[in-house]
């Protein structure tokens, strides 16, 4: 199974650039990295994907390395609305959707 | 557009008894997912449909059962409820079945008694 490893929990000042990483050492080559956002008693919210090198919306970048076994969530200048938990997706190179393994994610607090 | 919907928001049943949760989708979809969340845990694939017609089983399907209806409705069966299956179940839908974004619904929260 592909696993993603994240920090359970990180803080933040508001204002502050946030970066999280996920670490997916058994990633495939034709897989895609995506980061969702979660609100309490929400559904999951796509925030961004990418393949590789670095990618950029209205609301965050994502860098990925050459190896492409990490990457990192960077959002910019975060306020209180962006507390939320934030999962790392990514597959295992077999086929279908039950490849589609969300991590346990990463609590962010953003702090006054 | 209402995106995906789900049904109900919440739900209490006692051990044994069985439910089906509801779920569809507006934005002409292929794909559609059962995802289960526990505390500490993630989201967990439960079952899900590549397309209409099919269906697949995902990392956690023991105790349920699925049924894709059509290309707008997937609808997820407990038959045999157990405190075990207490969560809060999320279905969502995507375009297509590998790296593609899914939209998911607002959620059921689930608790056996």
């Known amino acids: 199974l592909a696993k993603t490893t994240q920090p359970i929990s990180m803080d933040s000042y508001e204002g502050q650039e946030v970066n999280i990483t996920c670490s997916h050492n058994?990633?495939?080559?034709?897989?895609?990295i995506t980061w969702y956002q979660q609100f309490p008693s929400q559904g999951p919210r796509f925030i961004i994907q990418?393949?590789?090198t670095k990618v950029t919306n209205e609301v965050a970048s994502l860098f990925i390395p050459a190896d492409r076994k990490s990457s990192t969530l960077s959002l910019p200048r975060v306020s209180l609305s962006d507390t939320a938990v934030y999962y790392c997706?990514?597959?295992?190179?077999?086929?279908?959707?039950?490849?589609?393994?969300f991590g346990t994610g990463t609590r962010l607090t953003v702090i006054p | 557009n209402a995106g995906v919907t789900q049904t109900p928001k919440f739900q209490v049943l006692k051990t044994g008894q069985s439910m089906t949760l509801q779920c569809a989708q507006d934005?002409?979809?292929?794909?559609m997912y059962w995802y289960r969340q526990d505390p500490g845990m993630g989201l967990r694939l439960i079952y899900y449909?590549?397309?209409?017609?099919?269906?697949d089983k995902g990392e956690v399907p023991n105790g349920y059962n699925v049924s894709r209806l059509n290309k707008r409705e997937f609808s997820l069966r407990l038959e045999s409820a157990a405190p075990s299956q207490t969560s809060v179940y999320f279905c969502?839908?995507?375009?297509?079945?590998?790296?593609?974004?899914?939209?998911f619904g607002s959620g059921t929260q689930l608790s056996v008694l």
């Open positions: 058994n990633i495939a080559t034709n897989d895609y």
């Open positions: 997706l990514v597959g295992d190179g077999s086929t279908g959707a039950n490849n589609l393994f």
């Open positions: 990418g393949y590789k």
């Open positions: 449909s590549a397309s209409e017609g099919t269906t």
């Open positions: 969502a839908s995507s375009a297509g079945t590998r790296n593609e974004k899914l939209f």
């Open positions: 934005m002409n979809h292929n794909s």
